[in-house]
C-alpha cells in the first residue's frame, strides 16, 4: 500500500513539474523586415546588421538581439532581425537615438522597403 501512495505522490510531483508553464513579460519586441534594393551588395547588407549590433550595444534599454535570418514573408524580403527593448520608452528612446538616425541615413536609400512591428503584453 506505501508503495502505491509513494508511486501516486511520485506521479502527481511529476505531471506538476512538467506542466506547461509560459511568461508574458512587458518588454518590448520590435520585428524589422527588409526588403533591399537591387543595388543593395552582400557587404552592404552585413554592414547595416554590423550597424544593428552596434547600436544594441551602445544604446540603453537593449535587452536582448536576435540577428540571423531563418524565414521571412513575403519572400523576397531578404533579412530580418529583432531587438527586445526594456519597455517602451527604451524602443522610443532607441528610435530617436543620433546612432540610429546616423544608420537610418546610411541605409534607409538601399532599402526598398521595411516593415516594423511591435509587440508587447
Known amino acids: ?13 511529476g505531471m506538476l513539474t512538467g506542466a506547461r508553464t509560459y511568461q508574458k513579460p512587458k518588454t518590448v519586441v520590435e520585428v524589422v523586415s527588409i526588403k533591399w534594393t537591387a543595388d543593395a551588395a552582400p557587404e552592404l547588407r552585413r554592414a547595416a546588421l554590423e550597424g544593428v549590433e552596434k547600436m544594441a550595444a551602445e544604446i540603453p534599454g537593449v535587452r536582448t538581439l536576435w540577428l540571423r535570418t531563418l524565414r521571412v514573408q513575403p519572400r523576397d524580403f531578404m533579412t530580418a532581425f529583432a531587438i527586445e527593448f526594456d519597455d517602451q520608452a527604451a524602443a522610443d528612446r532607441f528610435a530617436r537615438h543620433p546612432l540610429h538616425e546616423a544608420w537610418s541615413k546610411s541605409f534607409l536609400p538601399v532599402m526598398e522597403e521595411s516593415r516594423i512591428q511591435q509587440v508587447t503584453n
Do not use: T
Not at 508503495?3 to 505522490?9: D, N, P, S, Y
Open 1 to 13: 500500500m506505501c508503495l502505491g501512495a509513494a508511486a501516486l505522490a511520485l506521479f502527481a510531483a
